[in-house]
C-alpha cells in the first residue's frame, strides 16, 4: 500500500465527471493534492505559480499519479512528454477544470482540447474574425442586453425586459454554483454531477485566447472596429509561436507524468535521453556482474559451511545473501548519494532502483508491422491526368491541371501550405466526393485498393460507443486481437474500452488497424499520421512503413518523420491549386515555406 493511500485523510479530492456521448461509458476524473492543515489554500496570496505535493490523479480505477509534485513557475514554457495513454490529456483537463486544490483564484487556466471543434449556433457562416469576437463574452452579454432594451421601447415593454434581465442574470448565478457543486465529493454534488453526464464540453483555442485578452483590458467601452482590429492582430500573433525546439524562451520539459523535470529545450532533452540510455547500458551489465559475483559467493561459503558444520560461516553467507538484495543504483534522480528515507517513500517492489527503473522510457521502440498486400499485375496503381475540381462552378478552381503517376510500391510525399487543397485531393482519389466535371482524370486497375487514413478519424472514433475489436469486426475475437496487437493494442483496451475512452494516440492507432484489415490495400494514403502519436510510437509507424511493400501517399508538416520516411517522389500543391514534382523534401522547406 503506498504512502498515499495511507495518507488519504490528510489530502483533498476533486472529482469531474467526462461527458460522452449516448451509450459511451463515462469516466470520472479524481484529482487529489494535499491539504494544508492552517487553510493555506483559502488566504488569497496572489501567487500565479503552482505548486501542488502529493499530487493523485485517476480516471476511474486506474491510477495515473500517485505522490507527484507538480510546480508550475510564472513565465515559463513547460513542454509535457509522455507515452500515449499515461494521462497528458487527463492532467491538463484537471488543471483547466480546477479540480486540485491549492491554485490560487488569480490564476487563469485555459484548457483546449485536442478535439474539439467550433460549434456556434448560427445559421450563418462565421468568419474566423467573428469566432475570435465571440469569445467576448462581456461584449456579447452586453449586446444582447442593449439589444432587448432596444426591443423594449420600440414595443413598449420596458417592465418586461427588466424582468427578464433579472431573470437571466439570477439564472447565470445558479448555473455559476452548479459549477462549483460539480467539484465537490460526496452527496452535495451528485446532483450536479449526474446533470454533467448530459452535457458536451465544447472549448475552441481561439475563443479561449481572445476571452482571456479581453479580460486583460481595462477599457470598459466597446468598440466594434477596435475589436475587429484587435482580434486580427491576435491571429496574426498566433502564427508567430514556435515548435519545443525553440530557442527563443526559457522552457521545461515535463518527464514521464511522474515528478521528473528537466531544465532545457527538446533537443537538449533528446541529447540527454539518449546519454541516459548508454549510461543505463553500463550500469545495468556493471549491476549483473556484481549480483553475479556475490552470488557465487554465497553459494560457495554455504557448502563450505555445510561441510564443516560451521555455524558463523552459514551465517556470513545468509548476511552476504541479504546483502543481494540491497544491490542496485546507490544515487539518486539527480545524482546525489541515495538516502532510503528520503528518496525511497512510498512502496517499493525492490530495494534498491535498477538500472531500468533509472530510464526514461521514452524511446524504446515497440515493432509494428502491416500485414501483407496482394500483389497485382500491374506496374501503376494511381493514374491522374489534368484533373480540376471547384466546390461550385462560381468559385475559382481549388485544383487545376493536376497529373501524377503512383507506381507499385512507391514512396510519395505531398506538400503544401495549409488550405491549398490536400486533404480535397485525397477525397478525390478515394472518391468521397465526384471529381466534376471530368470523372475520368482518375485512374486506377480494378484489382487495386485504395484506401486513406484521414486528418479527423480521431475525431470520428471520439464519438464511438463500440470497441475496438467491435469496429474491427473480425471472424474471431483471437484474429481481431492479434491484428490490433501489430500496432500495440492489447489487453483490455482493445475489448472492454469504447473507442470514445481512448486517448489520441489510441485511437490513431485503432485508425491503423482498421485501414489495414484483413489485408493491407495496394496504395495507402496517410493523411498527417503523426498527429497524435507519441515518439516511440513514430519510430514504430516508421519502421512499418520500411518494411510495407506497397505503396504510400504521405501527407505530412512533420520535418523529422518527412526525412526519415525518405520518399521516392515529392510532390508540391502550391496555392494556384497546381502539382510540381520536387527534387526533395528540403527543396520545398528551402524554397517555397515562405510562399
Known sequence: MSRKAATATASTSRKSAAASSSGAVSSVITARSQQDRFHLATIDHHDHNIHLRQVGLSIGNRELLVDAELKLESGVHYGLVGRNGTGKSTLLQALGDGLFEGISSHVHVMYVHQLFHVDIDSPERLSVVDVLLCGDKQRLSRQHMMDLLEAGLESQTVHQTLKQLDYEAIDAARAKMERVAIKRSGLRGLTARNKLLALEHQLVEAKALWDDAVQQRTSSGVDSDEDIVAANNWLESLYAQDDLSSEARAREILVDIVNRYFAGNYDTFEQTVQDKEVFNARLEAKLTAKTEKMEKQVAQMSVQGRKAGDDKKMAAAASKKKKIENVGNQKNAKGH?????????????????????????????????????PDVPTHSVLSVEKLNFSYSPAAKPLLSNVSFNIHKGQRVVLLGCNGTGKSTLIKLLCRTIPANPTPDCIKSPPLVQIRALTQDIVETLHHEP????????????????????????RGAVVSAAPCSTLSGGQAMRVALGLLTYPTCPQLMILDEPTNHLDMSSIDALLDALRSFNGAVLLISHDEHFLHAFHPDAVLWLTKRGEVKPLNDVDDFLNKYRDW
Open 466 to 489: 463500440k470497441t475496438p475489436l467491435q469496429m474491427l469486426g473480425a471472424d474471431t475475437e483471437e484474429a481481431g486481437r492479434k491484428h490490433l496487437a501489430r500496432f500495440g493494442l
Open 337 to 373: 548519494r541515495l538516502r532510503v528515507n528520503k528518496d525511497r517513500v512510498g512502496h517499493f517492489f525492490t530495494n534498491r532502483d535498477r538500472s531500468q527503473d533509472q530510464f526514461i522510457d521514452l524511446h524504446v521502440v515497440e515493432p509494428w508491422s502491416f500485414p501483407p498486400t
